[in-house]
């Protein structure tokens, strides 16, 4: 289903899906000044009312060890963002990116927020239609100052049902992150180290980030128009200066952000490799910050033997408690030319199909926003559908995960559909686009079951310990059986529950395990007693 950009005002709206660099608060401040260094310096230790905590050494920074696992599966997430909690930027002014992906402020503006009003005919025109977009401040409809949204990369249970949606009175996140930044700099998973000490050459310190971070949904997209600086270029498109992209609008949301300093002597390797030997260290030089308050859960996942690369985790869950102002989307240049077909955006990022088993096919949706000018045709697999212009539509991504893991185990794929104009003849740049959507599953075997033979020995008094047992599902799992088979007792029918015999198999209070046990008669003279049978547990797959 297509809608118009007006209709689109009434759902949430779509993140920024590009590749490119991040900067923090501090290339806020830099935006009017003229040439300012490639890679800023990083700003104070502790931003004003940044939150804290001690070394990572103490509790505080006890999952930062699992977000450097998480971040693995971010690493095909490609992202243009500015982080800014003040929101001093000014949407549409110009930004010039080096061909290390590092952002630097342009003297010009290159595009102004749409400020036509919708029409009542735009608002519901059916799909295959233009619709203006709505109005409004930078961002849209602003959300409160405390706003609570919740993503889930899982849902309880073995079927496979998708990711879930929010809850009551909650709103989605269209935006996940975990990853490494360095200074100002997001650079993805990983990067090494001493490239960042040789370019420039004039700084002997750099900060190390370990960030997750979340945004949540806009309620009304906003769209740009090109300024007066924006002329055609020689051999066709736009130009705006020395500009090549331009800041879009606030988005809300909250970060966490482990934190440490690196000097030139100590960039030996990856990023990530100095940030796991400072945790494991307990480094008090690694602090955390935080900016609005996210709550960060799933990450706890612990080692399963036979898992991929040793270790089977969880599904990341991030839930946004206060959402606050934290980052300008960024666009390049030519999304405001004319006849431009610019790359949509797609919410939210990445596709989420939750919790699915081995063999089992997960589908989840996503919106697809078209931020061109023109009317485009949208392709995937065997389904096509038209989008207006500044309108969006959904797909249905799917996935049939494999693999032989007995555990929680997260797993990453690529999507890819194509966007053309809807009219052949329409003289747009490029042709068309092939956009890669990054797919994440949680993911393991359907069922984990064990059976194994347990007795006493034979005897006037045997151990009946010996037949008490206590298992547990693994990670990931809960019970689904507890049953002891093929039983057999020393009474005189047999029974294990008769004469003094008793033969219990019930689930562990937490629900992850089983309890076998089997009392019975004792004697000092005369007579045999003994107890016999097969425990068997069958747990399912029910990752949080």
């Known amino acids: 289903m297509a809608v118009s950009g007006a209709g689109r005002a009434r759902r949430r709206s779509a993140a920024p899906a590009r590749g ?6 501090a ?37 930062a060890g699992a977000l450097i696992a998480a971040a693995r599966a971010f690493s095909d997430v490609r992202h243009d963002y500015l982080l800014d909690t003040s929101s001093a930027m000014v949407p549409g002014r110009g930004l010039s990116r080096s061909a290390a992906g590092v952002f630097s402020p342009v003297g010009v503006a290159c595009a102004r927020p ?15 239609t233009s619709g203006t977009a709505a109005p409004g401040a930078i961002g849209g409809a602003a959300a409160p100052a405390a706003t609570t949204a919740s993503a889930s990369a899982a849902a309880t249970g073995a079927a496979a049902t998708g990711a879930p949606a929010p809850g009551t009175g909650e709103r989605a996140i269209d935006f996940r992150y975990v990853g490494i930044a360095v200074d100002s700099v997001l650079v993805g998973a990983d990067v090494e180290l001493p490239a960042y000490f040789s370019a420039g050459g004039t700084l002997d310190k750099r900060r190390l980030r370990l960030v997750a971070m979340a945004l949540v949904a806009d309620e009304d997209p906003q769209f740009f128009d090109p300024t007066e600086s924006v002329v055609p270029a020689p051999g066709g498109g736009c130009a705006c200066g020395r500009a090549t992209h331009f800041i879009g609008a606030v988005k809300r949301g909250a970060m966490v952000a482990y934190e440490t300093d690196v000097t030139a002597g100590e960039a030996h390797g990856t990023a990530m490799g100095l940030f796991k030997a400072r945790l494991e260290a307990g480094d008090r030089r690694v602090t955390m910050t935080s900016v609005g308050e996210l709550a960060i859960e799933g990450v706890e996942g612990a080692p399963v033997a036979g898992a991929k690369g040793g270790q089977a985790f969880g599904a990341l869950r991030l839930e946004v408690k206060k959402a606050v102002p934290l980052a300008y989307a960024i666009y390049p240049v030519a999304d405001v030319c004319r006849f431009s077909l610019a790359e949509p955006e797609i919410t939210p990022l990445p596709v989420d199909l939750g919790v699915v088993p081995y063999g089992a096919a997960g589908t989840a949706q996503a919106l697809i926003t078209n931020r061109a000018q023109v009317d485009v045709r949208v392709t995937h697999g065997e389904r096509t559908v038209e989008v207006p212009a500044h309108g969006s539509a959904e797909l249905t991504f799917s996935w049939t995960p494999e693999g032989e893991t007995a555990g929680c185990e997260r797993q990453t794929r690529r999507d890819t559909f194509v966007v053309q104009p809807k009219d052949p003849a329409s003289p747009v740049v490029p042709r068309e686009r092939a956009v890669v959507v990054p797919l994440q599953v949680t993911t393991g075997m359907p069922t984990f079951s064990k059976h194994e033979p347990i007795a006493t020995e034979t005897g006037r008094s045997p151990d009946y310990g010996r037949a008490s047992v206590d298992w547990t599902c693994p990670a ?60 068997t547990m069958v747990c399912r797959l029910g990752c949080k």
């Open 20 to 25: 490119g660099a991040l900067l923090l608060g």
């Open 27 to 63: 290339l806020a401040s830099a935006l009017g000044c003229p040439a300012p260094p490639e890679l800023p310096p990083a700003p104070p230790r502790q931003p004003a009312g940044a939150a804290v905590l001690p070394a990572c050494k103490e509790s505080g920074c006890s999952q």
């Open 114 to 128: 749409k400020t036509e009003q919708a029409s009542p005919a735009g608002a519901g025109a059916p799909a295959g």
């Open 476 to 535: 990931g799992y809960v019970v689904e059986q507890c049953e002891p088979q093929l039983a057999s007792c020393l009474s005189s029918t047999g029974s294990c529950n008769a004469e003094g015999y008793r033969l219990t198999a019930e689930a562990t209070a937490d629900g992850r395990g089983c309890a076998f046990r089997c009392t019975g008669p004792s004697s000092s003279i005369w007579g045999d007693h003994g107890c016999a049978y097969t425990a």
